[in-house]
């Protein structure tokens, strides 16, 4: 029979202090909570986000070009509420890929592909230690007073713009909590996570 020793109890005044800064946190954040699909901000308003993945627009054609550059000025041009298009640049995290050319290196028996991998090694390293390996996210934020109104026009921007050829999908409130933390963390991004574990602040609005 296994037993559960309790814990050691925070003496009074330290949980004061602990209260007093998880406040001053919430007072600094813009927003209340994250929940049901959208952002719940200080000024009773919520906010749906798209995430729309990278397009490279070069590869196409001239013709398919101006077809998806028309589907989508069609698609933004169709809204008669306000939104925000939000690009985050988030450091790629290449250990892993690091420690893979490592080992083949080290595996390696030719001397020429050894000594390729060591220098593309240094080069993938340079690239990690400088900040410039970032891979880009792009955003879209629909801000409204209703919950249920902002996720069906959320759902129906992402319906148009997929016409185009885009990626996009309505996130999800780990999506969502995963954007903030990109937003606040930049420097953690990379070799951090949002935790999965919920709710981060007292929930304030309730899931569709």
């Not at 640049?89 to 390696?108: I, K, S």
Request: net charge positive.
């Amino acid at each position: 029979m296994a037993f559960k020793l309790p814990g050691k109890k925070k003496p009074a005044k330290q949980q004061q202090v602990d209260q007093a800064a998880r406040k001053a946190v919430q007072d600094w954040l813009p927003w209340k909570d994250i929940a049901g699909g959208v952002i719940a901000r200080k000024d009773g308003q919520v906010v749906a986000v798209l995430k729309v993945e990278p397009f490279n627009l070069a590869l196409k054609s001239e013709n398919e070009k101006i077809r998806v550059i028309t589907a989508v000025h069609e698609a933004m041009n169709g809204q008669r509420e306000a939104f925000q298009i939000l690009s985050l640049g988030r450091p790629v995290d290449l250990d892993a890929y690091l420690r893979g050319l490592q080992n083949l290196a080290r595996e390696t028996g030719n001397p020429a592909r050894k000594k390729l991998l060591h220098e593309y090694t240094r080069y993938v390293a340079t690239l990690v230690a400088s900040g410039e390996a970032l891979e880009k996210i792009y955003y879209i934020l629909l801000p409204g007073k209703d919950q249920a109104e902002v996720l069906q026009r959320a759902h129906e921007l992402a319906g148009n713009l997929e016409r185009s050829g885009l990626k996009v999908k309505v996130c999800s409130d780990q999506e969502i909590i995963d954007l903030v933390f990109v937003f606040t963390h930049p420097a953690q991004a990379a070799f951090e996570r949002p935790p999965i574990a919920g709710p981060y602040l007292p929930p304030q609005v309730k899931g569709a």
